[in-house]
């Protein structure tokens, strides 16, 4: 039954991604790999228009998911069930505010998670570029790390920039 | 002050539409809708939520918001804020989802997919080197991010496991080296930023 599997997937997804933003993608990425629902491809395209949409990327891509693998029920499903532990997670804790802050197990939980949400990240981005990024790809990424090192931008300034330059190298035929 | 289920939800809903690109804009919009336009809570109250919000699994704009709502008004609060965040991202992609597959075989779409694609993959760098330094202070976080990197990367461990793995490593390295938890931030500090 697909709409249960799909259920305990993004409701894992809910229940062990931490990082914020792009948290969630180490887990979509596994599911494109093991449960085959989506391709990679699909994926990077899907994080591309969620990263230009409004709402929290991590919404944006769980309901993309969610329609690629069953239509407009997948997607409130995805939705729903991707949101569902932080629901009733924050309604414990809202419950019990000062024992959780101040627990030392907590803390010390917190503390092992971020580097190992960090490490998941880089991972997915490196599988991404060596599977994706040919020569051309590799001459405009250069560029947006020489860029993004002189300052700060918005994300859409990337996004933007990465668009004209494929837009450009269609028309000379030469993006493969 | 107005606490209907209504007005919480079109509130969180006018954040959830302005939210553009990774979650980090959402402090300064809950700033001036919550803070100051509605003045259903003070700056501090929402800076204790923004942390707690990143302690919490799941997306984090999510969770601020069902921790404001949940003090707003309970559960009805917390629902009709989850509700107002996660509706404009849903039907967006809903929207932009089914028009897709008929344009997105035109030559030139798939041409600005392919470098987006790449812009993607900078995103996910500056993301990375971002929580990078936040999260990696002393000997020990740097050899979970590697160990995390390694499963993940060569093994293809499930996520979900690997984060099970870091929390236990936490909680058996906080009981073996006690002193660790001088480095161990509290949760408020992310208040700071």
Same mark, same amino acid.
Do not use: N
């Given at each position: 039954m697909i709409y249960i599997n799909l259920f305990l997937q993004f409701f894992h997804i809910g229940l062990f991604s931490f990082g =914020? =933003?792009?948290?969630?993608l180490p887990f979509l990425y596994h599911i494109a790999e093991v449960?085959?629902?989506?391709t990679v491809k699909q994926l990077t395209d899907m994080i591309a228009i969620s990263s230009i949409t409004p709402g929290p990327v991590g919404v944006n891509v769980a309901t993309f998911a969610g329609f690629a693998t069953s239509g407009i029920f997948g997607a409130i499903i995805a939705t729903t069930s991707v949101i569902l532990p932080s629901y009733i997670l924050v309604i414990i804790i809202s419950k019990a505010l000062e024992q959780f802050e101040s627990n030392k197990n907590v803390r010390a939980a917190i503390y092992a998670l971020k580097p190992a949400g960090c490490g998941l990240l880089a991972a997915v981005g490196i599988d991404m570029f060596v599977n994706n990024v040919n020569l051309l790809g590799m001459f405009l990424f250069a560029i947006l790390f020489v860029v993004s090192m002189k300052q700060k931008r918005d994300p859409l300034f990337y996004l933007g920039i990465s668009a004209v330059t494929g837009l450009l190298a269609g028309f000379l035929h030469i993006t493969n | 002050m107005d606490k209907s289920f209504y007005t919480i939800f079109k509130t969180f809903f006018k954040v959830g539409t302005m939210l553009?690109? &990774? &979650?980090?804009? !959402?402090l300064p919009l809950l700033q001036s809708e919550?803070?100051?336009?509605? &003045?259903? !809570?003070?700056s501090d109250g929402l800076c204790e939520y923004y942390a707690l919000g990143q302690s919490v699994p799941g997306i984090i704009a999510a969770n601020i918001s069902i921790f404001v709502g949940y003090k707003l008004r309970g559960q009805i609060g917390a629902l009709s804020a989850v509700l107002g965040i996660v509706t404009p991202a849903f039907l967006a992609i809903i929207l932009i989802a089914s028009m897709l597959e008929e344009i997105v075989n035109l030559s030139f779409i798939q041409s600005i997919f392919w470098g987006v694609g790449i812009g993607v993959i900078m995103l996910l760098f500056l993301a990375t080197k971002e929580m990078w330094g936040k999260s990696i202070v002393d000997k020990f976080t740097c050899f979970v991010f590697f160990a995390s990197f390694i499963l993940s990367?060569?093994?293809?461990?499930s996520p979900a496991i690997i984060i099970i793995l870091a929390i236990i490593s936490g909680i058996v390295y906080r009981k073996i080296e006690p002193k660790i938890e001088e480095v161990q931030p509290n949760i408020l500090e992310e208040c700071e930023k």
């Open positions: =914020g =933003g792009y948290a969630t449960q085959k629902w989506y | 553009l690109g &990774g &979650g980090y804009v !959402i919550l803070v100051e336009k509605k &003045g259903w !809570i003070d990367a060569c093994f293809h461990v």
